[in-house]
C-alpha cells in the first residue's frame, strides 16, 4: 500500500521549491522577458516554446500544450511516480518527506521502506561474498573471468548463498520486514504461509535506477542450473522497461564519449568497464523500448546497439531499430555492431583487447535497415522492388518529420526505381516525447468573451491572496452559472490555506475533474488579465453578486407565478426587485 503524503508538506513543498531550478538543471533555460524559455522536451520543435513563468511557478509549451508545476515536470521528464517525483523535489529543496500516520499507530508502507531494505540486502550480499564459507566459488568464478576486485567493488557485487532462508533470517526479523522483502522482490510467499529466498546460489548484481538507488537485482547462477541470469520482478520500485544496468555508473562516461553501447547483459557492462569501455548498459531481460532509448538520448545523441550475430541477436537487433525509428531527430544516430556467432562482447573484449574492440565496424541505420528489407525483398525483379516499398513504407512512417525521414525516402526511391513523388504517401509520424496527459488537448482555444466565473477563476489562479475579498462564499456556492463549483472549491481551500501559490493550489486538484480547466487557464491570456488584478476580481465578485441577485428574482417570480409565496419570500422578493430595478408586473403583497 502506497505511503500518503500529508497535503499541508505538498503545498509547503511547492511553495518553497523553485520550477526554474528544477528544470534548469534537466532543460537549459533562457531568460526571455519575465519568463525563461527553452525548445520543449516532451516535443520536436526548431523555435523554442516552452517557457516557465518564475511567478506562476508553472511551465507551459504553446506547441504541444504540455504544462504543469514542479511535481508535474518531475512526473513527465523523469517518468516518476508522484510519491517519487515528491521525494526528489523535497532533496532538492533539503527537507524530508513526512510519514501520515493511520488510526492504530501504524505507519503505511511506501516506497523509502522498500528502498531502505533493498539497500540492506546490498551490504548483506556483500557481506556474504566476503565471509560465507560458500563464497569461495563465486570468487573464483569472477577471477575465471577476468575481473578484478575494483572492479567488483565499483559494481557492489554480491552472493547469495546457496540455501532457502540465508536472507530471510538474516534480514526477515520480523512480520513487517518479512512483507517488505516480498514486496521489494526479494523473498517469494509459500502457498501454505511463509517465506523463501528468491536469490540462492549466485553472484548477485544490484541494479540502481536514474538516481543511484537500489531497486532491484540480477543473480547470475555459480556453476549450472536455470535460468542462468534470474532479475528481480516486477515491484512498486523495479520496471524492467525503464530501467537499465550500468547506466548510473556510466552516465558520466556516456557525456564523455557521446555515445553508449547498448549489450545484453550485466557481464558484458562489467567486462567491458574492466578493460576501459565503461560506457555501455545492458537491458534487463527484456529487449530495449522506448523508455530505454528516451533516457539514454538525455545523455549522447548516438547509441550503439551490440548484438551477438546469431540468429536470436539479429531479431533483436531487428526489434531494437523498429522501437529507434520514432526517435531519430535532432542529429540522434543509431548504429549496429554485430559480433561473431558464439560470441559477446564479454568474450570478444577479452580476447582482443580495448582498442580492437572499439575498432570493429558499426553499421549505421540506415545501412541495416535497408540491407536488411534487401535480404527479404529481391530487388532484382518488378515485385521485388514493390515489396521493399511496401516493407518499408510503414517503417519510415515512425520516423519524425525532418530531413532524416526525407533521406530515407529519397534512398528507397533510388534503391525501387520509383520517383520520390510516386512512392506510398507515408503517414503521419509519432512525434517524440510527447507528455501522454497533453496528447489530445486542443491546439489553440476559441477566442470568445470571458465568462464571469472565467474571469474570476483566472484571477484568483494569478493572485490566491484575492480570495480574502470574498466575504459571502455561500452565495458563489448558490450561482446557477457554469464553473461555480470549481470557484467555491479554490475558495473553501484558500480560507484555510490562504498562503497558497498557483501551483500549490492547481495541485489541489490534480484528481479532479477541475484539473485540465485550472491548466488551462493558468495559461489563458486577456486584456482583463493584464489590469490591476484586485479592482478587476472585485469588479467581477460585484457583476457576480448581481447576477446572484437576479437570478433569485427570477426563481421567486416563478414560484409567484405558479403557486404564490409565503411572507417571508414575499419581503425577499420585494427588497430584490427594489435592488435590481426591476418591477415585471408583480407587486407582492406583505
Known sequence: MAGRIPQGFIDELLIRADIVEVIDARVPLTKGGKDFKARCPFHDEKTPSFTVSPDKQFYHCFGCQANG?????????????????????????????????????????????LLDILQEAATHYQRQL????QAQAAVDYLKGRGLSGEVAARFDFGFAPDGWDNLLRGLGTDDVRRKHLQRAGLLVAKDGGGYYDRFRNRIMFPI??????????????????????????ETPLFHKGREMYGLFLGRDAIRREQRVFVVEGYM?????????????????????????????????SDVVFCFDGDPAGLQAAWRALEIALPTLDEGRQASFLFLPEGEDPDSVIRREGAEAFLARQVESLPDYFFRNLHDRADVRRLDGRARMVELASPLLSKIPEGPFRQMMRDRLAEISGLEPQKLPRLGLATTNKVSPKSANRPRAELKKPPSLVRTAVALLLRDPSLAKQVKDPEAIVRLDLPGTTLLAAM???????????MAALIERFRDSEHRTHLEKLAVWTHPVLEQDAAAEFQGTLGQLEKAGREQRTDRLLYKERAKGLNQAEKAELGRLLAETGRSDGVTPTS
Open 69 to 113: 508545476n514542479a511535481i508535474g515536470f518531475l512526473m513527465e521528464y523523469e517518468h516518476m511516480s508522484f510519491p517519487e517525483a515528491v521525494e526528489e523535489l523535497a532533496n532538492h529543496v533539503g527537507i524530508p518527506v513526512p510519514k501520515e500516520v493511520v488510526a492504530g499507530g501504524r505507519q503505511f508502507e511506501d516506497q523509502q521502506d
Open 130 to 133: 566476503r565471509d560465507h564459507p
Open 208 to 233: 540502481h535506477d536514474h538516481r543511484g538507488r537500489i531497486v532491484g537485482f540480477g543473480g547470475r547462477v555459480i556453476g549450472e542450473g536455470e535460468p542462468k541470469y534470474l532479475n528481480s520482478p
Open 268 to 300: 558484458d557492462v562489467v567486462a567491458l568497464a574492466q578493460h576501459g569501455v565503461d560506457f555501455a548498459v545492458a537491458t534487463l531481460g527484456t529487449a530495449t523500448t522506448r523508455d530505454h532509448l528516451d533516457r539514454l538520448f538525455r545523455f549522447t
Open 491 to 501: 475558495l473553501d481551500i484558500l480560507k484555510i490555506d490562504p498562503e497558497l501559490n
